[in-house]
């Protein structure tokens, strides 16, 4: 079960922090992972990390401005979003692989069987 929390209205260059909290099935994840969804576009990646390396990997749209970490003794990752701008407006969500996930299918929402159920961030111009 993932939970995601955090999101809200914020004014552009402002910054918001999502939380993800894992628990049951996916309580042994392999990798975890941030998508977002905006009105009448695609669900895109975010950023994602391994649960067990930390290594992580973000979009270019977001690199340099968000980072994405997580705490193993609370079962949770963070998506630290910085210099937030109108175009990040969308629902958010973390997603979660129990199987390994090789690097180049990171960014694909097919490699994640397990989803949250979103948390809306709007950000004003």
């Known amino acids: 079960q993932l939970q995601a929390s955090g999101g809200g209205l914020v004014q552009a260059g402002g910054s918001l922090r999502l939380s993800c909290e894992v628990s049951g099935r996916t309580g042994s994840s392999s990798v975890i992972g941030w998508f977002r969804q905006a009105p009448g576009k695609e669900r895109e990646f975010v950023a994602a990390?391994?649960?067990?390396?930390?290594?992580?990997v973000y979009a270019d749209a977001v690199k340099g401005r968000f980072t994405i970490s997580r705490d193993k003794a609370k079962n949770a990752v963070y998506l630290q979003m910085n210099s937030l701008k109108p175009e990040d407006t969308a629902v958010y969500y973390c997603a979660a692989s129990v199987s390994r996930v090789i690097q180049s299918a990171l960014k694909f929402a097919r490699a994640y069987p397990y989803w949250g159920q979103g948390t809306q961030v709007t950000v004003s111009s």
């Open positions: 990390i391994r649960w067990d390396t930390s290594v992580t």
